[in-house]
């Protein structure tokens, strides 16, 4: 495992920061109908790239996920405005302003969505660690879902697939507590999620999902399972997201006091805290830090806004491979 030093805790809290502040700014931005469709943000669980990451290669190893999706590309090194842009819609966006919210994509940076149907990531994880093994590329693939994909059929059939293959491949739920609104009590007669491997002989563990060193030392070893040919892990990492499921949601499902509980757990505080303790740095110079990083996020939106949307050939070439289409209506395709 790559150390873990004075240095890494000041690049979290930087990354953790900003990614809150991103995701906030996105928030205000829906509200003013600047932002449309799908929004599902990740307030609360920051830890989580943090330590994927620093446990990561980043030259090679890749990451799949669902739709809550806009913070593991920028974690992955994806131009932040690029993802501000596709949330506007633009044609400056990850794809060209016609994948949104939920479907950020990067090739370039090994980042494989962003899927809008639950636990349809799984077994595509699944794919592209196969796929790897096949061509010995030696990366490894993390796939994660939430604890509502984990009630999929697919689950348990990629499950079955990638410990007969050994398949270089980390599966890692985000248990945030709640499939949109319901909660894993109430879903499932297995509440500690990680058991659920244990079924196929995974090596399947529970993780503090509030704390990114904990994340990089669990997913180390994971990682490195996955890359010397021994196969997969699942690891349960608990979490908590301090949003709604998303931006239309009600949250009758759980009480004020048990959001304000587990934001007294809030994984940047605790970060900033732990950083002013050990006197790594001064108070003065996070704030120039936390000052940065909102003028960085206000030139993601000037960036977005100032960015032209996509032409309506683009939105065709987009969806047929074929140029000369037998089933275009050319008349149709320009009458608006």
């Not at 021994?230 to 690891?235: A, D, I, R």
Request: proline residues 3%; aromatic residues 12%.
């Amino acid at each position: 495992m790559k150390e873990i030093t004075t240095k890494t805790y000041l690049k979290w809290f930087r990354d953790m920061f900003f990614w809150r502040k991103f995701e906030d700014k996105c928030r205000s931005l829906y509200l003013k109908k600047k932002i449309r469709g799908f929004l599902h943000l990740y307030n609360g669980q920051e830890a989580v790239p943090a330590g994927l990451t620093h446990a990561m290669d980043m030259s090679k190893d890749k990451i799949i996920t669902a739709y809550r999706c806009h913070i593991l590309p920028i974690s992955m090194g994806v131009d932040p405005k690029k993802i501000m842009a596709e949330l506007f819609g633009k044609k400056t966006g990850t794809s060209h302003g016609m994948g949104g919210s939920m479907h950020i994509f990067s090739k370039e940076h090994r980042f494989y969505g962003g899927h809008g149907i639950v636990g349809g990531q799984i077994p595509l994880g699944a794919g592209i660690a196969f796929a790897d093994k096949y061509f010995n590329r030696d990366s490894v693939t993390i796939t994660l879902m939430g604890d509502g994909a984990v009630r999929q059929g697919s689950l348990h059939e990629t499950f079955n697939m990638a410990m007969i293959w050994k398949l270089p491949v980390v599966f890692i739920c985000e248990n945030n507590k709640y499939a949109m609104g319901t909660s894993i009590k109430r879903s499932s007669n297995v509440e500690d999620i990680y058991k659920i491997g244990l079924a196929y002989r995974m090596p399947s563990y529970s993780v503090d999902g509030m704390d990114p060193e904990k994340i990089a030392k669990a997913t180390s070893i994971a990682i490195e399972r996955a890359r010397n040919g021994k196969g997969s892990t699942f690891l349960d990492i608990k979490t908590y997201r301090f949003r709604g499921h998303s931006m239309s949601d009600s949250e009758s499902y759980r009480t004020k006091h048990e959001v304000s509980f587990y934001k007294k757990n809030d994984p940047i505080s605790k970060l900033k805290d732990f950083i002013l303790k050990n006197k790594w740095e001064t108070i003065e110079k996070l704030n120039i830090i936390e000052n940065k990083v909102k003028k960085d996020i206000d030139y993601c939106v000037e960036f977005a806004e100032k960015s032209d949307y996509p032409s309506l050939d683009e939105m065709y070439d987009v969806v047929y491979n074929e140029k000369n289409y037998p089933f275009i209506d050319k008349e149709l395709k320009f009458s608006n």
